[in-house]
T-cell receptor, first 114, second 113 residues
Framework: DTGVSQDPRHKITKRGQNVTFRCDPI?????LYWYRQTLGQGPEFLTY????????KSRLLSDRFSAERPKGSFSTLEIQRTEQGDSAMYLC????????????FGPGTRLTVL | EDQVTQSPEALRLQEGESSSLNCSYT??????LFWYRQDPGKGPEFLFT???AGEEKEKERLKATLTKKESFLHITAPKPEDSATYLC??????????????FGQGTILTVHP
């Protein structure tokens, strides 16, 4: 399978715990994006990487959120001290890096904070 | 600020009953308009990219069109397997060259046999 993969697919945690999600991009895709999607809404942009550099963060990304993309390959998104409002689907997407290139999405990680 | 509005929020069709979904956008300089399909519990699946007014693209029973203010996704003779949420997203020509997408809220399509 050469698509975008995400792990885990589902995560249930208690409020206050830390969680980390992983995204593996399509091979040779330079740009990697994280989005968050709540029920009944479209995905909302969180942050993006050009290779290993994190170039933009949305104001949705509070101080409890951090993302990395070491060596420009896979990326991780960590949420510290989770809150019930963090419950959502976290989506990763990648593209080749040319202007207005098509983004391909992974299957998402469904986070439930109890 | 970019804005994308999709209508209707939900659409129920009988198998074979053709219809259209609407995506209205307000963006300062459109670089691309994207249509995705999303099944429950899954990530969005790419369908089409449209770049300029007047452009049309087709795939099986789906046809996407673009004007300066809106896009339509036409569904001809739909089948139950076309049931899904259809998402529209725009990429604008801002000061950066990256591909941040702004999405609408989606249209939930249900096709009954």
């Amino acid at each position: 399978d050469t698509g975008v993969s995400q792990d885990p697919r589902h995560k249930i945690t208690k409020r206050g715990q830390n969680v980390t999600f992983r995204c593996d991009p399509i091979s040779e895709h330079n740009r990697l994006y994280w989005y968050r999607q709540t029920l009944g809404q479209g995905p909302e942009f969180l942050t993006y990487f050009q290779n290993e550099a994190q170039l933009e963060k949305s104001r949705l990304l509070s101080d409890r959120f951090s993302a990395e993309r070491p060596k420009g390959s896979f990326s991780t998104l960590e949420i510290q001290r989770t809150e019930q409002g963090d419950s959502a689907m976290y989506l990763c997407a990648t593209d080749k890096g040319s202007l207005s290139d098509t983004q391909y999405f992974g299957p998402g990680t469904r986070l439930t904070v109890l | 600020e970019d804005q994308v509005t999709q209508s209707p929020e939900a659409l129920r069709l009988q198998e074979g009953e053709s219809s259209s979904l609407n995506c209205s956008y307000t963006v300062s300089g459109l670089r691309g308009l994207f249509w995705y399909r999303q099944d429950p519990g899954k990530g969005p699946e790419f369908l089409f990219t449209l770049y300029s007014a007047g452009e049309e693209k087709e795939k099986e029973r789906l046809k996407a069109t673009l004007t300066k203010k809106e896009s339509f996704l036409h569904i001809t003779a739909p089948k139950p397997e076309d049931s899904a949420t259809y998402l529209c997203a725009v990429h604008h020509a801002g000061g950066t060259s990256y591909g941040k997408l702004t999405f609408g809220q989606g249209t939930i399509l249900t096709v009954h046999p």
